[in-house]
């Protein structure tokens, strides 16, 4: 075989990967054939394609995750792994099979043309799955509590006046109850049942979330993050498992970028046009920022847990956590006061938040 560089499109399945090769020039890329998607079938079909240091491989990012990726990187391959929103699409093309779609991505790819996603550590992509299992917890959490309160109103059963839901008098109240009918008490049994044992899931899956905020490689810099007023351990932790490494962002507002949270633009000339925000980054992160940033509606203030959580932070990422306060309170109210609609108020907040997020991840990095 040449010594040059082939460009390898991968179109990868659960069970089955399409394999398309574009070689240096401007001939069109061919198609190799279907594989399975076994790492005995891919080292053998790398060896029959060349010299590794000659190939440059791409795949989609999807179910499968990054382990391909982690073996073409054992291999001593360089593998992209693209973002499937940013890949070009041609207008009018209504045909996708695999066969197209990896002679498409290996075309793409030698024209230089792919947008590769970050590709996190095996430790990052732990941590995220543990943060994003409890955000699993609390989704089922919510349908449960919806399923139990329907079966309640449809049998007019309504909480003693002054009882709030789901708080300690308000679980007493259910534990009360009864039923003339045993198909009823069976229902509600199963329904409260249920909901017990999804709260004892996130109960263990929250002691885990400890143990990594405190005990991992992660730790120093969730606990600096949980300086920041509505920035409490799961929403530090959370913010750390999304974003992985802060360095890969060398200005704020990329991060901003990242998180979706930048206002969507249209302009052409003189005119500029601003909308909403684009929301094309990752909504997990985007999610525990906007319910962080509902905390700067209150008075500045530094005391209770967050007092306790910033006692052995540095002088300078207190100095961060409390200008953080000030402007971020400053901001809401003077946007509020404008008739800017709560939810835009607080969306604008999360913004700047992100800001001095930033800002305490590049104090921690260089206090290393």
Known sequence: MKDFTKYVGLDVSKDKIAVAIAEEGREAPRYWGVIAHTP??????????????????????????????????????????VAP??????????????????????????????????????????????????????????????????????HDLRPPVGVRKWTIRYREWLNRLTFSQNSLKTVFREYLHHLDEIEQRMKRIEEEIHVQATESV??????????????????ATSLVAEIGSFSRFPHPRQLMS???????????????????????GNAHLRRVLVEAAWSYRYQPALKGDLR???????????????????????????????????????????????GFIWAITQQMEQAV
């Open 85 to 154: 929103s940013l890949i070009p699409q041609r207008p009018g093309d209504r045909v996708k099979t695999d066969r197209r779609d990896a002679l498409r991505l290996a075309q793409l790819l030698r024209a230089g043309e792919l947008v590769s996603v970050y590709v996190p550590t095996e430790e990052d992509e732990a941590l995220r799955d543990l943060v994003r299992a409890r955000e699993d917890a609390k989704e089922d959490q919510l349908r449960a509590r919806h399923r139990l309160t329907k079966f309640l109103l449809r």
């Open 258 to 280: 990242y998180a979706g949270l930048v206002p969507s633009e249209s302009s052409s000339g003189d005119i500029r046009r601003q909308g909403a925000i684009t929301k094309a």
């Open 308 to 354: 306790k959580r910033q006692e052995n932070q540095s002088k300078e990422v207190q100095a961060i956590a409390w200008k953080a306060q000030n402007r971020l309170h400053k901001k809401y109210c003077r946007l509020l006061a404008k008739g800017k609609p709560g939810g835009k108020v607080v969306t604008a907040v999360a913004r700047e938040l992100l």
């Open 40 to 81: 005995e079938a891919i080292r053998k079909l790398m060896k029959q394609l060349g010299d590794f240091h000659s190939l440059y491989v791409c795949y989609e990012a999807g179910a499968t995750g990054y382990e391909l990726y982690r073996l073409f990187l054992s291999l001593g391959i360089e593998c992209m792994v």
């Open 218 to 235: 992660h730790a120093p810099m969730i606990q600096a993050l949980q300086s920041l007023r509505g920035v409490a351990e799961i929403t």
